[in-house]
């Protein structure tokens, strides 16, 4: 396929990436699937430096991760990716990442049009028709939806936003949100369970030396995570273990 329309990026699984059980770490393996995300729009002419020349960024706004078989270290793996929506303001995106050509993980993602500015969602202002969209291609069983959350939670951390916790676009990086969400389960929970689903969305920027608190809702087989402070919440997501 054409790489403009279907692209594909090569990821080595090395020690950096991975937990003390040799598989990847869920905020790293959030991260390749963001990088390959990003060349694919940068070798689309619909990169970072390309919207900013009209004040403008990609933002994700849900993402939707499932997990058949986590990469392992030392694994080498291909990354796909192609566009099921390019409707203004918003896309959606599937991803799928393969090892020796079995796919291990399907991914799809929701990403808005945001002024860097402005600090709001607006139309894209680059002409993307040359665009091949893929509508009836899909890389997960459902697609990414919000989240209906229930409405007890309880509060486990509390956590001052960091520098090294912003990106290009002057707000905490999606990766950060389930960084810090992992880090108040055990390891015991991160290393053991499996995930076979892992959904967030995220519903609002959070800027520097912002308080939050991290708060957590346990069902059986559901791990509901949430980020808030006293008058937004800015990011939910859902675990579903195997």
Known sequence: MN?????????????????????????ELA????????????????????????????????IRIEIDTLPELND?????????????PKSIRNLEIKKEGKKLVGVSSLWA????????????????DHLKIFTDLH???LENNKIETPESFQ??????????DLDVVNHVNNIQYLTWCLDTLSKEEVLE?????LEMNFL?????????????YRQEHELYLRIRDEQFIYFVARITYQ
């Open 31 to 62: 991260n390749i699937l963001q990088i390959t995300a990003a060349n694919h729009a940068d070798f689309c002419g619909l990169g970072f430096d390309d919207l900013q020349h009209n004040k403008q960024a990609w933002v994700m706004n849900r």
């Open 139 to 141: 890389a997960t069983s």
């Open 3 to 27: 790489p403009v329309d279907y692209y594909t990026e090569k990821f080595y699984i090395d020690y950096s990436r991975v937990y003390p059980n040799r598989k990847i770490k869920y905020p």
């Open 155 to 164: 509060k486990v951390a509390e956590y001052q936003v960091k520098l090294s």
């Open 193 to 197: 369970r499996s995930i076979a689903v």
């Open 76 to 88: 080498e793996v291909t990354i796909d990716t192609w566009l099921e929506l390019l409707r203004v």
């Open 113 to 128: 049009v945001f002024n860097t500015e402005r600090r709001r969602p607006e139309a894209l202002k680059i002409d993307a």
């Open 204 to 216: 609002k920027e959070l800027s520097y030396q912002r308080i939050i608190h991290i708060e957590q």
